[in-house]
């Protein structure tokens, strides 16, 4: 399984924002079928809370074609958010961009939609910088 160009420095923002990386990839088990997410990871909130738990698929967008890569993004997004749903309910699914990608393709105003019909949550990251930008939930 190949990892995205921009996997290290949103695993180094994740870090940088005191998530603990605990899988890569997070494997994903249900029903006959088996799914690579490239992260799972972890972070204690409060010594009186229990830790909040995560799963992050990352895209570049990088190719030839962003609508493209948005259809299979959106496809795995579904497919894991099925599966997390019975394997590990506990866990929230997160899609990782970058904050260039996020400001060039995500503001379409057809894609906003799209985020908001599905759901989809995203962590934006200055690659650059490997830091954490914005949640958006």
């Avoid at 921009?6 to 990839?25: E, G, Q, R």
């Avoid at 809370?49 to 698929?57: L, M, N």
Wanted: aromatic share 10%; charged share 25%.
């Amino acid at each position: 399984m190949a990892k995205d160009i921009i996997h290290d420095a949103v695993k180094n923002a994740l870090l940088k924002d005191n998530w603990t990386v605990t899988h890569a990839p997070y494997i994903i088990r249900v029903k006959g079928v088996q799914m690579y997410a490239d992260l799972g990871a972890e972070k204690v909130i409060a010594a009186e809370k229990d830790g909040q738990k995560i799963v992050v698929e990352i895209k570049s967008f990088m190719g030839d074609s962003a609508i493209s890569e948005f259809h299979t993004a959106v496809g795995q997004y579904l497919n894991y958010q099925q599966a997390l749903e019975e394997q590990d309910p506990i866990r929230q699914l997160y899609l990782a961009i970058s904050d260039d990608v996020y400001d060039s393709f995500f503001t379409i105003p057809f894609v906003q939609e799209a985020v908001v019909r599905h759901k989809i949550k995203l962590i934006i990251c200055n690659i650059q910088q490997e830091v954490i930008i914005k949640w958006k939930i």
